[in-house]
């Protein structure tokens, strides 16, 4: 009774001096679809949440330099051996700080689950068609958002300066090199000089802390804002038309939901933190000029870059005199055209299909069998090259020699995607037009030809 | 005779004009290392387009007045009847609910006040606060050193001058920063119990002001005052560094002094209290 006093108060005053009532009523009334694939931004938006939050708690901890110190805390393998103040204050943060190693590891896994959120989201746009017309301006930003949170994942864990990230990082240098002409500049200016230098930890420490995380609350504030003005797409069904967004009220239904979205985001973090080790840097060592960890894989969603660098041929050759070193092609060229492709895609898209509508109702993925088979071969193809990330793993597994495994895997990378990507397609137009069949109902006859065809021949 | 239009746009164009030259200044600046002339170029750059922005809208554009509607700054009754019946509808989540209520205010409320636990985190490493600032890193013959680390003899201490010492090993240990004075002994007025911490007239008293915890930086020998250089407060240096000027209201505590074997000035103990500004659970 006198929290309802007190609230009725409190928005009168507010009431009195920005005119609220009909913002409020707007925003309340506002209609979410009730698909669940609607959610998977907001999986992205609350772990970038959890991000900042366990994140804030480490920056106290952390010391941003990679000058000499004598380790005393009380991890005692390392006791008296000297590394970097990075390494140091990390372990320490490990092991001395209460909460600290929770912390770091409810960090980290909220890192790699945000990544996986965007591109699951990413792909549930792709699929659905929802990039298209006026939804371009979101998907740029999407796209944007993608790369800033990949960049900020690799500048984050490469800050511990333990030998595993700094294998990392040597890697990413040597790729830096390779850039046309330009290559040398572009790692001394990022490196502050030749590798390992001085100044890349609190360069990345700068970028990972205020920079990157600035970029991208700011982007996802744009994100945001464009999606409120255009309101959400939603899938074709009764009453559902251009015109009209058909869900829940954002009050009190959609907030209730979305609230134990937040809550289940944190829970999963905070389970996997406690439950689940991930970089137990004190077992990979302060980083060592002359050595590198074995085996040695990035987090996940950089590992479709390392699964090309490990499956390109070797191939240098020179342009005009001037070398195009082995990291180039695969590790330059190759992610740089996936970037370009993705943001060129809803205008590839439109001159594939010929569509400029404005949409506000999605496709059905089957509803593009084409569609479908490009994102089939996108997944497959970025999947496999993760795999290949691991290839000393699998090998091992498999317990067939590593180089035998790449012969193979280069194959697959080629052939694979395209056979994936083509019953894809298959499956999407045999299903496209026959909403109550499924998969499990289809005969070999329905992929072969369009059920449409044999319909009308029949 | 010119066209006055022409005369202005002239005009605007040579500000943006001295923008560009002052840009070229702040390159070269940079190429030459000349910071002074970097950052004048960037101030001139700045003034050009400030001048000529200026004077674009103050002459070129159309100038006012103009009169835009203001609406009041509350809601119509109306429209706050509507916000009122959406929410009255079915917006009221928490009504008729009582038990999943106070649960939900329980249970964020315990797992707000767990999320203030790590807080406590901060303190890792270090000792309670109570126990460190009630005592500094003096002991009963720790020696006493200057600040270039080398220990301090009676002699060192001249009449008329200030000597500031360290517990030796702990140039770092800013409360126990203390001040050596040497006077004349017939003219100190210590408590009798006190005057046994002097050495040939050498007396020691913390270094850290008890107002705002400045260093005591300055010694008015011919009034034997200490005074702090942050907010002007002096200490009395015959009568136990009494404040008699300045905000500080405490004495400056008094270390124990000595003198071991080796004749070197050594401590007979820590500070009687602790040293520096005050807190609320001090002794």
Redesign the interface.
């Known amino acids: 009774m006198i929290i309802r006093w007190l609230g009725r108060g409190a928005a009168r005053w507010f009431?009195?001096?920005?005119?609220?009532?009909?913002t409020?009523?707007t925003a309340?009334?506002k209609v979410f679809p009730d698909h669940w694939s609607f959610m998977l931004g907001e999986i992205a938006l609350y772990s970038f949440v959890t991000l900042v939050l366990t994140g804030t708690?480490l920056t106290?901890?952390f010391v941003p330099a990679t000058g000499d110190v004598a380790y005393d805390g009380s991890y005692a393998p390392l006791r008296g051996s000297t590394m970097s103040a990075a390494y140091a204050s990390t372990v320490e943060l490990s092991f001395?700080?209460?909460?600290?190693l929770l912390?770091r590891q409810v960090h980290h896994w909220s890192a790699l689950v945000f990544l996986a959120a965007i591109v699951v989201h990413l792909s549930r746009v792709f699929f659905t068609g929802a990039f298209r017309k006026p939804r371009e301006i979101n998907w740029l930003v999407g796209v944007t958002l993608f790369a800033t949170s990949i960049a900020n994942g690799f500048a984050g864990y490469s800050l511990p300066d333990d030998l595993l990230s700094a294998t990392g990082l040597r890697i990413a240098y040597s790729t830096l090199l390779s850039l046309p002409l330009v290559g040398p500049w572009a790692a001394f200016l990022l490196f502050g000089g030749e590798f390992p230098g001085e100044s890349i930890v609190p360069r990345l420490y700068v970028a990972h802390v205020l920079l990157l995380p600035g970029l991208i609350a700011a982007l996802v504030g744009v994100h945001m804002a464009v999606l409120v003005r255009q309101k959400h797409t939603h899938f074709p069904g009764p009453g559902r038309t251009d015109r009209t967004v058909v869900g829940s009220k954002l009050?009190?239904a959609y907030a209730?939901r979305s609230l134990a979205l937040l809550c289940a985001v944190l829970a999963v973090a905070f389970g996997l933190g406690a439950l689940v080790q991930i970089n137990p840097i004190w077992s990979y060592g302060p980083f060592q000029p002359a050595a590198a960890t074995s085996p040695a894989q990035p987090d996940w969603f950089l590992g479709w870059v390392e699964g090309a660098l490990r499956l390109f041929p070797p191939v240098e050759f020179r342009v005009f005199g001037h070398l195009v070193p082995a990291p180039f092609l695969p590790g330059v060229v190759m992610p740089g055209l996936t970037f370009l492709v993705l943001y060129a895609w809803p205008w590839i898209d439109r001159a594939v299909t010929g569509d400029r509508g404005r949409h506000q109702v999605l496709d059905r993925p089957r509803h593009r069998p084409a569609r479908v088979a490009v994102g089939v071969w996108a997944l497959s193809f970025y999947g496999l090259l993760l795999l290949s990330a691991a290839d000393d793993l699998v090998a091992m597994w498999l317990r067939v020699p590593v180089l035998d495994l790449v012969r193979i895997m280069r194959v697959v990378v080629i052939v694979v995607p395209l056979l994936l990507a083509a019953v894809g397609f298959a499956v999407a137009r045999a299903l496209r037009g026959r909403p109550e069949d499924t998969v499990g109902t289809l005969r070999w006859a329905d992929l072969t030809s369009p059920r449409e065809a044999r319909d009308e021949r029949r | 005779m010119t066209d006055p239009r022409r005369a202005v746009e002239r005009r605007i164009a040579a500000a943006f004009g001295v923008s560009t030259l002052a840009a070229v200044l702040a390159g070269a600046g940079y190429v030459l290392g000349d910071e002074m002339l970097l950052g004048l170029g960037f101030a001139l750059g700045f003034a050009g387009l400030a001048v000529g922005l200026a004077a674009w809208s103050r002459r070129l554009l159309p100038q006012g007045p103009y009169v835009e509607e203001r609406?009041?700054?509350?809601?119509p009754p109306l429209?706050?009847q509507?916000?009122e019946s959406?929410?009255g509808r079915?917006?009221?989540?928490f009504a008729r609910t009582a038990l999943p209520r106070r649960m939900l205010v329980l249970a964020v409320s315990a797992l707000g006040i767990v999320a203030l636990?790590?807080i406590?985190?901060?303190l890792?490493?270090v000792p309670s606060p109570r126990r460190a600032l009630a005592e500094t890193a003096w002991r009963a013959g720790t020696r006493a050193v200057g600040v270039d680390g080398r220990p301090v003899r009676a002699a060192d201490v001249v009449p008329g001058g200030m000597l500031t010492v360290f517990p030796e090993g702990r140039l770092d240990a800013a409360d126990s920063a203390a001040v050596l004075v040497r006077v004349d002994p017939a003219r100190l007025a210590l408590p009798p119990d006190r005057m046994r911490w002097t050495v040939d007239g050498i007396v020691a008293y913390s270094k850290v002001c008890t107002h705002a915890g400045c260093p005591i930086g300055l010694y008015l020998q011919t009034a034997q005052r200490l005074a702090c250089p942050c907010h002007q407060s002096v200490f009395d240096v015959l009568r136990g560094a009494l404040p008699v000027g300045g905000p500080a209201a405490r004495p400056l505590p008094q270390l124990p002094l000595g003198v071991d074997a080796e004749g070197v000035l050594v401590a007979r103990g820590d500070f009687p209290e602790p040293t520096g500004p005050g807190y609320w659970r001090r002794a």
């Open positions: 009431d009195g001096r920005l005119r609220l009532a009909s409020v009523r309340v009334a708690f106290l901890f001395d700080v209460r909460g600290g912390f009050w009190p209730f | 609406e009041p700054l509350i809601s429209t706050r509507a916000l959406e929410l079915d917006g009221r989540p636990f790590p406590r985190s901060l890792f490493r």
